[in-house]
């Protein structure tokens, strides 16, 4: 999968810097992202968090939360930070602050759930919460500018591939990681298992940032600033932007619905757990499987997202994630939950990878970071609204079942949002 050369209208980069410095910083992002998502498969969100959680004897809240956590943390300050960004003539020197920032609680919670954990473990509860919430705030404070520098940087067009390499490359170690969750949990107490796990993921996202200094802000890239604005006039102007772009206003809706999905996320690995028998280290094979199906989506993204535009690949991605949530209704046995956890991977992958070039290319250039800001924002409610209810059907049920039910519908109401959203790609031929 390599970069496409072609240009248009709205591929930022392409006119603008070399052939060669396009080239450079594609290669230089998606290293960067895949070292970066390398040391999250070690604590998988959907997997590994919700495990550890209930070791230290978090509550079903608790545990529904720890999936959406750096998510929730993240998307809140964007909007108060998009009309800063619109007005930087640089964006690296911010990116690179909160980046090396939001990388440091990781280090912080491996330290506490290895050295204090199994004597304090209210203590590395708190830690591990605070630290997941802390360092997804600490990068939402630079996520517009982050974004905004990946257009200048490689253009819009690219960022399909580059982000699909980039998981395929976190995906590929993410399948070795599997097998070190396994071996790690099976051989090690918790929470010290889970602490290495942490120093691992540490390790790497730190590397990561390291790969990220080497990216150039090209002079003739330092652009005009918008008119500034303040945070009370940009969220004024709001309404009237999205009057003006129905499309974004169908993605808006799609996105939003789609957030259901994490009803069922926090508790699926323990449900596979608990119904299989099995231990703590399974998580470690469902890991292996989910990462094994997400090379297949991200080279599928990858290779949809550049040639024909992000939204084919979305599309595919949420009709599997529906037949998923049906799927955890009826299988009982080891094997089945790993065909499902693969088809998840590739699925949720494959519509990560899309999704944000499908913001991106919808959005057009003007007012970006805004728009962005408010896709990332606006979904906060959703996610906190999903993880409230995860918890209260399993502190009213003990099942899966409600859970699956209810994001099975809510994805397919994605879906159909999503189908109503004009290909960018067809509209600016």
């Known amino acids: 999968m390599k970069p496409p050369h072609s240009d248009s209208s709205f591929d930022t980069a392409s006119g603008l810097i070399s052939s060669q410095e396009i080239r450079k910083n594609y290669w230089a992002h998606s290293i960067e992202g895949g070292l970066y998502f390398a040391g999250m498969a070690f604590i998988s969100a959907e997997l590994v968090l919700p495990s550890l959680i209930r070791s230290l004897g978090g509550s079903n809240l608790a545990i529904s939360f720890s999936p959406t ?6 998307m809140l300050p964007p909007l108060f930070t998009a009309h800063l960004v619109e007005g930087l003539r640089r964006l690296k020197p911010a990116v690179t602050l909160f980046g090396g ?9 491996a330290y506490v759930l290895l050295f204090h954990g199994t004597l304090h473990p209210e203590l590395a509860l708190y830690t591990t919460l605070i630290g997941l919430f802390v360092t997804g705030a ?19 067009r690219r960022i399909s591939s580059m982000m699909a390499i980039r998981n395929v490359i976190g995906a590929v170690a993410g399948v070795i990681a599997g097998f070190v ?43 005009k600033p918008a008119e500034t604005v303040t945070f009370w006039q940009n969220i004024k102007g709001t309404p009237a932007m999205l009057k003006r772009h129905p499309n974004m206003r169908r993605l808006l809706i799609s996105n939003f619905t789609f957030t259901g999905i994490f009803i069922i996320t926090p508790f699926m690995g323990i449900h596979a757990v608990d119904t ?41 991605a949420r009709a599997m994630l529906a037949v998923f949530c049906i799927g955890m209704l009826l299988n009982t046995h080891a094997w089945g939950f790993k065909i499902l956890f693969f088809g998840y991977g590739m699925a949720f992958y494959m519509n990560m990878s899309a999704r944000m070039a499908m913001g991106l290319e919808v959005c057009g250039a003007e007012r970006r970071p805004t728009y962005m800001a408010l896709m990332t924002t606006s979904a906060l409610v959703c996610i906190l609204l999903a993880s409230f209810v995860s918890a209260g059907i399993r502190n009213w049920t003990g099942s899966l079942t409600p859970a699956a039910i209810c994001s099975g519908i809510a994805v397919s109401l994605s879906l159909y949002y999503l189908t109503r959203v004009q290909n960018p790609r067809k509209r600016r031929a």
């Open 276 to 316: 299989t028998g099995k231990g703590e280290s399974f998580i470690g094979e469902l890991v292996t499987m989910s990462m094994i199906g997400s090379i297949f989506g991200n080279i599928l993204a990858g290779y949809w997202g550049d040639r024909i535009g992000p939204k084919t690949p979305m599309v595919i």
């Open 69 to 74: 956590l750096l998510m929730v943390g993240f």
């Open 138 to 156: 600490l990068f939402g404070l630079a996520m517009t500018a982050w974004m905004e520098f990946l257009d200048i940087t490689i253009g819009s």
């Open 101 to 109: 920032l939001h990388r440091i609680p990781y280090f912080i919670i």
């Open 181 to 223: 969750i396994e071996y790690v949990l099976r051989t090690r107490e918790s929470p010290e298992g889970y602490g290495i796990l942490f120093l691992i993921a540490a390790i790497l996202t730190g590397t990561s940032y390291l790969v990220f200094l080497t990216i150039g802000e090209p002079e003739q890239q330092h652009r």
